[in-house]
Structures are given as C-alpha cells and as structure tokens.
C-alpha cells in the first residue's frame, strides 16, 4: 500500500462538469468534494442522479467535460498513463460482480494481476492467501456460476484488493446480495478498511449501507445536494 499521513485529501474535485449531447445532458454540474485517507464515503440520491458518473471519475474510467480532480496534490490530466495510474491505487468492486464465467475464483482474482511487476508464483500466493482470509480458501477453484453471491462479491473484493490499492471504488457492491450476504461483504469491507487504511467510496440506494459510512454524499440532478457526517 502506498502509505499517507492519517486524514490526507486523497482525492479532490474541483467544479466537475459532465455534459453529454452537446451539453443537453448533464450527468455532473458542478460538483466539488474531499474525500480523505481511510474515510469512508457513501454517494446516494435517484438514479440519474450522477452517482456513478462521479465514481467514474474519481476511478479515471471517465473523463470529465470540465473542471479538475487531483489525487493527492496531482491533478489526473498530469498523470501521464491512467491505467498504470488505475491499477497501481483503484480497486473496483461492482454490483454485477464481473466476474469471468470460465475462471475460477481464483483466476479471476489473478486476472487483475497480468502485466504487472509481481512474478506469477508471487501473485498466486497473494491472490490465495486472500481468498483464505476472505474465508474462500475451500472456494477459490470453483467457478463463479458454483458460488453464492455473497462468495462472488467477496471473490471481486479480492480481485480489488490484489494490487495493494489506496481507494476502493464501490458500486452498488450490495444492490444483488440477500440481506444477510449484503452484511457480510460490508464487513469485510470494514475489517480490510481498518487494516490496511482504505479509502472507500460507495454508491448505494440502501440506507442500511449507507449507515456504515463516515459520511454521506447526497446529490441530486447532478450537483452537490447535502453532505452528513465529518466533512472533508
């Protein structure tokens, strides 16, 4: 993990605008917010509200029409190759779970890993001592259509986790989970958040998720709606 001094702003948007059709549709308008190192933070408001577009953002999946984000004290347009930049400090966690069908639990998690620095027997060896302590270790050479939900959203936590990221980026992580499969992945969300000094980002419609934040982000139409909780 790449360490931060406690309450750092990790990531920072600046009057974020999302057009699309010529600017007729604005997915993001004028959007500003802090999130800091280890905060936990749940984006919430109706669909089409602009939830996701931010998280895309944050997660430099998408580009913004206008208006800067920075990590830290670099803003995104200086990083000079997002996708290192991706999967060097941004884990994603998704409500389908995007999961490959034809791999095993424990290859989907080594998916994440192709093209970097580790070896493959060092890769391996993390990706099985995570799935072990996500309580997969009996699980991790089934194939994702043989796993409950709740063993598949842990399999992508897995997957986000490989690569020792800063932030999790989380979209709906629970929106296709059973109440009870729904508590477990957040807390192992929780649990892996004290231990390595995660940031977290959420997008949820779940109340009950949301609850577990440090703080809640509403937006609406697009913009800035209200905040609850610690302030960045």
Do not use: W
């Amino acid at each position: 993990m790449h360490p931060s001094p406690a309450n750092e702003i990790l990531i920072r948007a600046e009057d974020l605008r999302l057009y699309f059709d010529e600017g007729q549709t604005r997915a993001l308008d004028g959007v500003s917010l802090a999130v800091r190192q280890g905060e936990f933070v749940a984006m919430v408001g109706p669909s089409g509200c602009g939830k996701s577009s931010l998280l895309n953002i944050i997660g430099t999946l998408d580009i913004p029409t206008s208006g800067i984000i920075r990590y830290r004290d670099t803003a995104y347009a200086q990083l000079p190759n997002l996708a290192l930049f991706r999967r060097q400090h941004i884990g994603f966690v998704f409500q389908s779970f995007n999961l490959i069908a034809t791999l095993s639990a424990l290859d989907n998690v080594l998916v994440a890993t192709l093209g970097g620095p580790a070896s493959s027997a060092a890769s391996r060896d993390k990706a099985e001592a995570l799935l072990t302590r996500l309580g997969l270790g009996q699980r991790m050479n089934h194939l994702p259509g043989k796993l409950s939900g709740g063993e598949r959203q842990r399999v992508a936590i897995a997957r986000a986790l490989i690569n020792d990221p800063d932030i999790i980026l989380a979209d709906e992580p629970t929106g296709s989970l059973d109440s009870a499969s729904a508590e477990q992945v957040l807390a192992v969300l929780e649990e892996v958040r004290r231990e390595r000094g995660l940031t977290i980002v959420m997008v949820t419609h779940d109340a009950s998720v949301s609850a577990h934040a440090d703080r809640i982000i509403r937006l609406r139409d697009g913009k800035l709606d209200a905040q609850q909780g610690t302030a960045a």
